[in-house]
């Protein structure tokens, strides 16, 4: 069955104190890996998407990198306004079909 | 530029009722894509519509369905509805069938008493 697990569930980091976001899956095959913000009561936000094993992409804080079972996304000194919870999915080859995991919810103290 | 749009953004339904919930994509964008997102579950895909065609959809009922109009906004219909169809509905769209980079709306939230 085609699973997508992010840990942990919810992490709080002092404001500057670095950390990271993980995204395992199990999928029979991956056409493309893609990180989300989602603020309370608003739409996900699009990040990134990661296509290949080696790839990553940055901007601002974050980086996002991608192997061939997970992904992470970095966050480097980060601040109270990267509070959110952040979304990973991947897009199936066989169907198209997108499944997202639960989220880790972040929270930066200041 | 305009976001993605969904209305209503609250609609509070009875049981056995049905729901419309509509979406207008970002001007150019012809994929149209719905999500459910319920407390604990996280985002559940529902439907995917391209170029007024159904493409993809998820694993729910018959009675979750839609359609896209000609100027590719586009209408989640929900049948004989559960109480535990409460959650919120979430329509992104994408510049083609690729879904590549997609952009969320706010959502519709659905509560079913």
């Known amino acids: 069955e085609d699973q997508v697990t992010q840990s942990p569930e919810a992490l709080r980091l002092q404001e500057g104190e670095s950390s990271s976001l993980n995204c395992s899956y199990t999928v029979s095959g991956l056409r493309g890996l893609f990180w989300y913000r989602q603020d309370p009561g608003k739409g996900p936000e699009f990040l990134f998407t990661?296509?290949?094993a080696g790839e990553e992409k940055e901007k601002e804080r974050l980086k996002a990198t991608l192997t061939k079972k997970e992904s992470f996304l970095h966050i480097t000194a980060p601040k109270p306004e990267d509070s959110a919870t952040y979304l990973c999915a991947v897009l199936l080859n066989r169907d198209d079909k997108i499944i997202f995991g639960k989220g880790t919810r972040l929270h930066i103290l200041p | 530029e305009a976001g993605v749009t969904q209305s209503p953004t609250h609609l509070i339904k009875t049981r056995g009722q049905q729901a419309t919930l509509r979406c207008s994509p970002i001007s150019g964008h012809t994929s149209v894509y719905w999500y459910q997102q319920a407390l604990g579950l996280g985002l559940q895909f529902l439907l995917w519509y391209d170029e007024g065609e159904e493409r993809n959809r998820g694993n729910f009922p018959p009675r979750f369905s839609g359609r896209q109009f000609p100027n590719y906004s586009s209408e989640l219909n929900v049948n004989a509805l559960e109480l535990e169809d409460s959650a919120l509905y979430l329509c992104?769209?994408?510049?083609?069938?690729?879904?590549?980079?997609?952009?969320f709306g706010q959502g519709t939230r659905l509560t079913v008493v």
């Open positions: 990661l296509y290949s």
């Open positions: 992104a769209s994408s510049l083609s069938a690729w879904y590549g980079q997609a952009f």
